[in-house]
């Protein structure tokens, strides 16, 4: 017990020493030394977690990946149900809720490492992810539902997906995080809203 505490605040160490470091010189110029010296920790303990520096990124993009994978398998299995916008008592989503809650815990990381002095890796795999679910979904939505789209899907595809990482990346540009309940609260719904409905322009108003 006493060993794996030892080990996971070592592991916040590390993890705050690359936060800083991504933000001063980028995730491309950090050595090893630039790690140890920022967590205060030595190379020998550095090593008992990754083999190198390419070890931490490869972790730590996997981690990323495997989360957003997780959550996309969640929301390709989830019914799709249409809500009111404006309404007081829109029934909750417990997959945006997880999403809002993971960004906002963990917001300094993700600014920085999916910044331009991050890992554009990350970045281009997450993006086609997104891409890629977001398809799914609304292939098996076609299906389900006979719906007939009043634009082509591909450009509904498109801005259904634009919308989501405008969303993300003003999230990341800001220092100041908004709290996860008004991530949460964007993210729900602005899934059902038009961009005239967005600045409070609504019809008969």
């Known amino acids: 017990m006493q060993q794996h505490l030892k080990f996971k605040q070592t592991e916040e160490k590390i993890n705050v020493a690359v936060i800083r470091l991504i933000n001063e010189k980028g995730l491309a110029n950090i050595t090893v030394s ?15 977690h990754y083999l190198d520096k390419y070890d931490l ?10 989360d957003f994978k997780n959550l ?7 019914t799709f149900v249409w809500q009111d916008p404006y309404s007081t008592k829109m029934q909750g989503n ?4 997880q999403v809002a809650n993971n960004f906002t815990a963990n917001h300094n990381f993700y600014r920085a490492w999916f910044s331009s ?3 554009q890796q990350t970045v281009i795999a997450t993006s086609k992810l997104i891409n890629d679910v977001i398809t799914e979904r609304l292939d098996r939505l076609s299906h ?12 509904a595809r498109k801005i259904i997906i634009a919308g989501l990482w405008t969303i993300v990346k003003t999230w990341l540009e800001q220092e100041e995080t908004i709290t996860a309940d008004e991530l949460y609260n964007i993210l729900l719904r602005t899934r059902y809203l038009s961009p005239f ?5 609504r019809k008969g108003k």
């Not at 630039?34 to 008992?48: E, P, S």
């Not at 730590?60 to 495997?66: D, V």
């Not at 996309?72 to 989830?78: G, I, P, R, V």
């Not at 409905?197 to 322009?201: P, T």
């Open 94 to 97: 417990n997959l945006l809720k």
């Open 57 to 66: 990124i490869e972790q730590y993009r996997n981690t990323i990946l495997n």
């Open 117 to 119: 002095k991050g890992d």
């Open 72 to 78: 996309a398998q969640e929301y390709l299995n989830s």
């Open 34 to 48: 630039d790690i140890v010296n920022q967590a205060k920790i030595n190379r020998t303990t550095f090593y008992r």
């Open 197 to 201: 409905e967005l600045v409070g322009l």
């Open 144 to 155: 389900d539902h006979r719906i007939t789209p009043i634009i082509p899907v591909d450009y």
